[in-house]
């Protein structure tokens, strides 16, 4: 029968684009975009020349898609990656057409509630969970906290690493300036989704502003903003999870260590004896809690000069700390870097791009981005 067969080609190929959209990940919500119901249909059709005249082997493919939020960031983003999924169609000539609509209200609630039911059990407190989380504390202010967060998070992205970050320093945020962040997350239904930048999905206060930053910080303690983010935030299940924890020794590791027990505490510290003290107090928390301390990592150590290695704030603090901690804690806390001094960090941090990354976002090739790669490296090894 004419047509018959070009019948059979359509249905095959519809069947065949819906399973390669399956693979297309809302870069968002980490979901593919048929789990979460936004191809709503996909029609095929025999392409044909200006003249009529029916180009073999080519077919036009309209994928009706709805987004969640109309005119999202990301709108782009996902239209390109349907793009590529039909247009590398195997065999045969695909020519995508993309029509953009929206979810309707109750779609959308409906959408959320799931969404939201399934994140009730705190994805990263259920066992065999793919993520480690890395709790980045310091007893005192200034020691590079922040720096060591914000570079070893872009470190793990270019690495390849599907990497989450919270700024939990809520009084003295500073990852959005770090990632040079200007955007508020979006808000679908009441659920947040963290703003992507430098490929690391991150959340701070710092990025609402007025009535907004009071509606997320509704408890009046300090360590509820910690569950609040964990909460209220769509986080999927990245690979990796840091936390900026805010400097001191005390309440943050507290709500830590009950939101994510297997969340793995990492001290920064500087060369000098005095940062070195308070730095041992920040991991001797783990006497009170049960949180495991990962290791000790050594900020400013040394300033490559002219092949000469200065010590400028001394040295022996990291190694003091390691030391004291395994003494006290009775396991290995190792001294897991020992990280230069480096003007870059501040510079070119300060123009909102973490120093570890060329401006194209892969790593630099620089012995700063050598250390965070080590370190990293040796974190999840
Ligand atoms: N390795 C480094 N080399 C050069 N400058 C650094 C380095 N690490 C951090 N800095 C600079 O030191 C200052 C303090 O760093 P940062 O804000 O990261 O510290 P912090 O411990 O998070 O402090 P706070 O908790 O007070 O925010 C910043 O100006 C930062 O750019």
């Not at 995508?96 to 109750?106: F, N, S, Y």
């Not at 509704?218 to 209220?232: A, I, K, N, T, V």
Request: aromatic share 6%; charged share 20%.
């Amino acid at each position: 029968m004419p047509g018959q067969e070009n019948m059979t080609d359509v249905t095959v190929i519809r069947g065949n684009v819906y399973e390669r959209l399956s693979h297309v990940i809302d870069p968002e919500i980490g979901r593919s975009v048929t789990d979460l119901g936004m191809i709503v249909a996909i029609d095929v059709a025999p392409s044909h020349s200006t003249e009529g005249v029916r180009a073999p082997g080519r077919f036009d493919v309209t994928v009706h898609v709805e987004l969640t939020v109309p005119g999202c960031p990301l709108t782009q983003t996902i239209q390109d990656r349907i793009d590529e999924a039909v247009a590398s169609y195997p065999g045969l000539e695909l020519v995508p057409h993309i029509e953009v609509g929206a979810m309707d209200a109750d779609k959308l609630t409906g959408l959320v509630s799931s969404l939201k039911a399934e994140r009730r059990e705190n994805p990263f407190n259920k066992p065999g969970i793919k993520t480690r989380i890395f709790a980045i504390a310091s007893g005192k202010g200034g020691v590079g906290k922040s720096s060591v967060s914000a570079n070893l998070a872009a470190t793990f992205s270019a690495l390849g690493y599907d990497t989450a970050a919270i700024d939990a320093d809520i009084y003295g945020f500073s990852l959005p300036g770090l990632f040079g962040v200007h955007s508020q997350p979006t808000n679908l239904n009441g659920m947040l989704m963290p703003v992507t930048a430098w490929g690391v999905k991150l959340i701070s206060i710092g990025m609402f502003a007025g009535a907004d930053r009071a509606i997320l910080w509704r408890g009046p303690r300090l360590q509820r903003s910690l569950e609040q983010f964990l909460s209220d935030v769509w986080w999927g299940q990245p690979d990796v999870l840091l936390l900026d924890l805010a400097p001191g020794t005390g309440d943050m590791a507290i709500s830590v260590a009950q939101a994510l027990p297997n969340a793995e505490l990492v001290v920064v510290t500087t060369p000098q004896p005095s940062a070195s003290d308070v730095a041992v107090r920040s991991g001797l928390v783990a006497l009170q809690v049960p949180l495991k301390v990962r290791g000790v990592v050594e900020n400013m150590s040394y300033f490559d000069h002219a092949g000469e290695r200065l010590r400028i704030f001394g040295e022996g603090g990291g190694t003091r700390v390691s030391d004291r901690l395994t003494d006290a804690l009775g396991y290995d806390v190792p001294l897991l870097a020992s990280l230069p001094l480096e003007p870059d960090i501040r510079e070119v941090g300060e123009s909102g791009r973490p120093a570890v990354l060329d401006s194209d976002g892969s790593l630099a090739d620089t012995p700063l981005a050598s250390s965070f790669t080590a370190l990293a490296r040796r974190l999840i090894g």
